[in-house]
């Protein structure tokens, strides 16, 4: 079977800290959901508006194309120009070179996508190269080694990776400090995973011994203004700018911190489920799966259903909440026929998407071999 799979989002946090009902693998859509704290009574919310811009796995506009970039058609030219479309990645660069703020953020996306050819496994972590450094030298030491150990079962160049890495951030962050909502919540994402990693590693140095580098990274980690603090401060303030302009990846994001409260939020389900709902509004079609899931918990199976039949409606043209629909059934409302139907479907999109983007399919089958699954036989 083929796991979700795509750009790694705020779900890492939740499996790096084992949470989740509903919670499974995932890079491509990985939101997993915590047991519920209490039996409260969660009201019915409204129906989702219609004004969703679908989401299809169409091929990248034309280099030469007269209508103005968007994020979503510069992250097709980002993926383009990742599996050598010359004309892609030229169109990026040119605009890019004039300062437009979408072209920044695709260019970004190309960076980070050739990153993740290189290694899926290590994310490029926003507060992991230079601003690490700077606000915490031993956290970032102590991050090197985590990520050592999680590149050492795998072939792939460090140093090449590292600076692809490097290189995306740059890009990423010049597009959101100019305003892109999309690279605004991408920068928030990964502020956010990398606090709750920062968080993990805390923990662990805690339980390895008390030397003077292991009370050092503890200090740095956790005393007042310490580099945890500025990561989550980082993360919040990128992901209310872009939830601000109503960007549904951002929305989806915080949506997700206050399901689990890990790290930056406190855990508070109402918040949870109004951001998804925004998110679903805005466009992230996957997050009526999540809305679904939360009402299944809570014992509203009236809204449960609701929210799953969007979903189904949905999923026929997204792949991401093709899978989302799948765990649903396999790990809620119990349904092998649909969890094997929404398989099919989602592996056919995934399909389509890995024959128009060859570096798509490279990661893929990476990430299958860090999960030590064999890629499906229709590759």
Same mark, same amino acid.
């Given at each position: ?28 859509? =990985? ?38 970039? *968007?994020?979503?058609?510069?992250? &097709? +030219? ?9 004309? $892609? ?6 605009? !890019? ?20 050819? +290189?290694?899926?496994? *290590? @994310? ?12 915490? @030298? ?20 460090? *140093? ?7 290189? $995306? ?20 994402? %990964?502020?956010?995973?990398? !606090? ?6 805390? =923990? ?7 030397? $003077? ?7 740095? &980690? ?5 580099? +945890? ?12 700018? !872009? ?7 951002? %929305? ?15 855990? #508070? ?9 925004? !998110?679903? #509004? #805005? ?7 999540? +809305? ?21 409606? %949905? ?24 969890? #094997? ?7 056919? &999109?995934?399909?389509? /998407?890995? /024959? ?24």
């Amino acid at each position: 079977m083929k796991a979700p799979r795509g750009f790694w989002t705020i779900g890492i946090l939740l499996a790096a800290f084992g949470v989740g009902f509903f919670g499974f693998y995932s890079l491509r859509q =990985s939101k997993t959901l915590p047991e519920p704290e209490s039996a409260m009574s969660i009201s019915a919310i409204p129906a989702p508006s219609r004004n969703i811009e679908e989401r299809t796995t169409s091929s990248a506009p034309s280099a030469a194309a007269s209508s103005p970039l *968007t994020d979503q058609s510069v992250k &097709l +030219l980002a993926y383009a120009a990742a599996s050598d479309d010359k004309a $892609a990645r030229d169109t990026l660069d040119a605009q !890019a070179a004039k300062g437009v703020p979408v072209a920044e953020y695709g260019l970004a996306l190309f960076y980070f996508t050739k990153a993740q050819e +290189l290694n899926p496994v *290590t @994310p490029c972590f926003a507060a992991s190269g230079s601003w690490l450094r700077k606000n915490s @030298p031993e956290a970032a030491r102590e991050r090197e080694k985590m990520d050592r150990a999680a590149m050492s079962g795998l072939k792939g160049d460090a *140093t090449e990776t590292k600076k692809l890495c490097e290189t $995306a951030s740059t890009w990423f962050e010049k597009a959101a400090s100019a305003g892109d909502p999309a690279a605004q919540a991408k920068l928030g994402q %990964e502020f956010y995973s990398a !606090a709750a990693r920062l968080k993990m590693m805390a =923990s662990i140095v805690s339980s390895n011994g008390d030397s $003077a580098a292991d009370q050092e990274t503890k200090d740095d &980690l956790n005393r007042g203004g310490g580099v +945890l603090k500025l990561a989550c401060a980082e993360a919040l303030r990128w992901l209310n700018q !872009a939830a601000a302009a109503h960007e549904p990846n951002a %929305e989806s994001a915080l949506a997700s911190g206050y399901l689990v409260g890990v790290a930056c939020v406190k855990r #508070d389900q109402r918040k949870a489920l109004d951001w998804y709902t925004k !998110a679903h #509004d #805005d466009g992230d079609l996957s997050a009526s799966v999540d +809305l679904a899931s939360l009402y299944w918990e809570d014992g509203n199976f009236t809204d449960a259903h609701h929210w799953i039949a969007t979903a189904e409606r %949905e999923g026929a043209v997204d792949e991401e909440t093709s899978w989302s629909i799948v765990q649903y059934y396999k790990l809620g409302d119990v349904n092998e026929e649909k969890a #094997d139907y929404w398989r099919q479907r989602a592996e056919s &999109l995934d399909a389509e /998407e890995d /024959e128009k983007y060859p570096a798509l399919k490279l990661i893929h089958e990476k990430e299958m071999q860090a999960a030590g699954q064999e890629p499906s036989s229709d590759e």
